[in-house]
């Protein structure tokens, strides 16, 4: 029997040892789940933290995007600019400073057409404009006095012309030949 109490020593060593590491084993699986539900929890935590950054850094592109499209007339604005006789880019240009010059938004387009100061503003404008396109193709200078340099100018007034008075010697030349013959023509008596 001695060996059997021996045999039970060691068994119940080994048992103790089993239910030591056992116990060990459980504490040990406990730990590595909190361990991984705080790697979890700390995971999900920063993925929250850079969703959080995400739309504060979208809501201030998006606003940037509106402030710089709010200067832009859209398909709503450009159809009511179109039934108010608006259809030049420099009229829907002068529109939108009228906009910003009253303080008013793209929304509000009827109470600014309906405002008398715009209308004759708009009116000033457009005749301008017109005014401006019917004369950009005139070409000014110096007038080269085309009466006085005709030979019926000379021969109505007598005289031939000197050098002040016509610089071109060619045309000087022309009126006093046209001058000749209109005095060789003429009669001298009334019988002849």
């Given amino acids: 029997m001695p060996e059997t109490n021996e045999e039970t020593t060691v068994e119940s060593k080994e048992t103790t040892e089993e239910v030591e590491s056992t116990e060990s084993d459980t504490k040990l699986e ?3 789940g909190e361990l991984t539900k705080r790697d979890e929890t700390i995971g999900s935590l920063k993925r929250e933290l850079k969703d959080a950054k995400k739309p504060k850094e979208d809501t201030t592109s998006k606003t940037e995007k509106k402030e710089e499209k709010t200067d832009e007339f859209g398909l709503l604005e450009l159809t009511y600019l179109k039934g108010e006789e608006v259809k030049s880019d420099d009229e829907v240009e002068f529109v939108r ?8 938004t793209k929304d509000q387009l009827p109470k600014l057409f309906s405002n008398k100061y715009f209308q004759s503003e708009l009116e000033t404008f457009r005749t301008e404009k017109v ?3 019917a004369t950009s193709d005139v070409k000014g200078g110096a007038s080269e006095g085309k009466a006085v ?3 019926e100018y000379w021969i109505a007034k007598g005289v031939p012309p000197t050098r002040e008075q016509v610089p071109d010697r060619k045309t000087r030349a022309k009126i006093a030949k046209a001058m000749i013959a209109n005095t060789k023509s003429s009669k001298m008596f009334y019988s002849d």
């Fill in 131 to 133: 005014n401006k396109d």
């Fill in 97 to 104: 400073e009228q906009l910003k010059e009253l303080n008013l």
């Fill in 149 to 151: 340099n005709t030979p």
């Fill in 30 to 32: 406990e730990l590595q």
